[in-house]
């Protein structure tokens, strides 16, 4: 569709805008005053409570932290642009959000039992440089994954690894046999201990 004409002065035909385009463009001038003057408040409301709860608020921990922090993103974004979410009721979320991650965080490191149902326990995906294919197909991790980890950390032959391991947050974590030690940040990896063949070299 065209966009609508009218005749002006001396006859000359200008173009008008359809409505449906200037609505696109901007709905209502006063939603621009409304999206200033909420996040004005809300942003510095949210550092301050983020401030207040401390550090291990955004750590993404466990799962439960992820959720909590795409929570709070989707929050302030529909605080800013909803008009139906007063100003109030969109701190109250927030502070909501963060108290039931902190009380949560709380509970897990005063009560290990709890932890146990919060996050799942590290899974180990390869060990002395031998793949772990049964871990890593219950986990559904390719073996091109753990190369690409692998690669990230500097290693160019997976046999030469200490341990690939499948952290709660979904995330590889990489130990070379020369950064080994005594193993002792293993002991809480969940390891059927079954070997399979040695991991190919890169």
Sequence with gaps: MGSAQRTGRGGRVRAEVPGYLRRMVLKNPEDLLRLLVVAAIVYPALVLILRLSGKRTLSKLNAFDFVVTVALGSTLATILLSRDVSLVEGILAL????????????????????????????????????????????????????????????????????????????????????????????????????????????
């Design 95 to 202: 502070t909501l959000l963060v108290a039931l991650q902190y009380a949560v965080a709380l509970v897990a490191v005063r009560w290990p039992a709890a932890q146990r149902l919060l996050k799942s326990r590290p899974t180990m995906l390869l060990r002395d440089g031998r793949l772990r294919r049964d871990a890593m197909r219950r986990a559904r991790v390719a073996e091109s994954e753990i190369r690409q980890a692998a690669r990230s950390s500097g290693a160019g032959d997976l046999s030469e690894l200490a341990a690939v391991v499948l952290e709660s947050d979904g995330s590889l974590s990489v130990i070379q046999r020369s950064k080994l030690g005594d193993g002792s940040s293993l002991d809480d990896v969940a390891d059927d201990g079954h070997r399979d063949r040695p991991a190919p070299s890169l």
